[in-house]
């Protein structure tokens, strides 16, 4: 094996309940307006012909329980709380039943966007990547095992800032549901263990400053935290 110019950092991983072994971030896929009220919030109507994508860096996930320093370049710098499903083995084109025998996982996700990027990006019909692939803003709890849990549709999806609820809906809302959004990604990439999906998020999606702390949940699943510190 060559030697390396400088070392990369080691990747992040997540807990998974139950198991002394972590599960590694490979990479991150993000769903595009899949709850209608949070399109119709952002301006748009829903697309219901197929699902779109965009992705974050697996360098710029954190764990629960992080402070984020507020980021540079922005002044509307937004939570979405998302569901997250971890894949846990090889599919590509799959069909539904391969698609839900791939889930590995589900947790908690928080994607920070940079809205005001993210906006003028849009405008100008270039990429998302500097509003939403910004560092820290993939936030995970926990993991909980596919079989340890209950059917998700329908369970509560919330989130809090400062103790104040500001998304609350369930997850019947998802336009794209989970096996769904699987057979459509799969047919673009050979999706494996590693894989990390963040599903979208629901309507009531707003700023946040420095000091401020944001939490979050779903039925079932580890709940998320994050708290923001004055910019470096």
Known sequence: MSELLFDLPKPVTIPVNGETAEYPIGRIFCVGRNYAAHAAEMGFEVDREAPFYFTKSPANAVLTGATMPYPPGTKNFHYEMELVMAIGAPVFRASKEEAEAAIYA???????????LQIASREKQR????????????????????????EMDGKRIHLEVNGEVK?????????WKLDEIIMDLSKFYHLRPGDVIMTGTPAGVGPVVAGDKITGGIDGL????????DAE
């Open 127 to 150: 990429p998302w990547d500097l509003g939403k692939d910004v560092e820290d803003s993939a936030v995970f709890s926990p993991l909980t095992k596919a079989g340890d849990l209950s």
């Open 222 to 229: 580890d709940p998320i935290s994050l708290t923001l510190s």
């Open 106 to 116: 589900f947790g908690c996700g928080l994607d920070m966007t940079r809205r005001d």
């Open 167 to 175: 998304q609350d809906a369930t997850l019947a809302e998802l336009i």
